[in-house]
């Protein structure tokens, strides 16, 4: 069956414009996360979703992202205003079951290059 | 201090040697153990899940030691395709669900 995916692959903005990236989890898939690493680091929690809701938010960096998720399925992670600071590669995650015992099956990612 | 801590690296190792990596872990509460491998450019993957009892899989294994917070995973018989950054990942219990280690680059040289 199909994997994680998300898109674009690669998007290249100027500082200040807004982006939108996308991430279709595995079908059935209940929980939904999206992290950032930037070059040479480690992964960076940003949010989850159980279902529709994201009961944790706290590793948005700043109001200036948002994420939604319809359906249980297709999430969208809105950068507003970007900065250079945010280029990273935006990698989103799914898992079938909660409380950290399921595997978590990543997308191949969205490298965010703000110039 | 940071969640989950580990040895960056990078570990150069010949082909055919073993190696090892550890990581230590702050929250005692901490549920659930996975050790990741993430290749150059690429997304993480689940390499294996870390048991109280320790566990093996071909060539890795992992233990857990609870009383002092402490994972380690051990490569045997290293292989060219071992090459990759091992993460280290622990369920905390929180809502954030999973945590990741920074990772440790190992590079296998034939």
């Known amino acids: 069956g199909a994997g994680v995916s998300q898109s674009p692959s690669n998007k290249v903005t100027e500082k200040g414009k807004d982006v939108e990236l996308r991430c279709d989890p595995i079908?059935?898939?209940?929980?939904l996360y999206w992290y950032r690493q930037r070059l040479g680091q480690g992964l960076e929690f940003l949010i989850y979703?159980?279902?529709?809701?994201?009961?944790?938010k706290s590793g948005l960096p700043s109001d200036r992202f948002s994420a939604e998720r319809t359906g249980e399925s297709v999430s969208t992670l809105t950068i507003q205003r970007t900065q250079q600071e945010d280029s990273a590669v935006y990698l989103c995650?799914?898992?079938?079951?909660?409380?950290?015992?399921?595997?978590?099956?990543f997308g191949p990612g969205t490298r965010l290059t703000v110039l | 201090r940071k969640e989950v801590e580990q040895d960056p690296g990078p570990f150069n190792v010949p082909e055919g040697a073993t190696v090892a990596f550890n990581c230590t872990y702050s929250n005692s509460a901490s549920q659930s153990f996975f050790w990741y491998r993430q290749d150059c450019r690429k997304e993480p993957k689940l390499l294996m899940s870390v048991y109280s009892s320790g566990n093996e899989d071909g060539r890795f294994t992992a233990q857990l030691n609870r009383a002092s917070q402490y994972i380690s995973l051990l490569i045997r018989d290293s292989k060219l395709s071992d090459s990759a950054t091992y993460l280290c990942v622990v369920n905390e219990g929180s809502a954030r669900q999973l945590t990741f280690g920074s990772g440790t680059q190992l590079t296998v040289l034939p």
């Open positions: 979703f159980q279902g529709n809701s994201a009961p944790d």
């Open positions: 995650a799914s898992s079938l079951s909660t409380g950290g015992r399921g595997t978590q099956y």
């Open positions: 079908s059935g898939h209940t929980a």
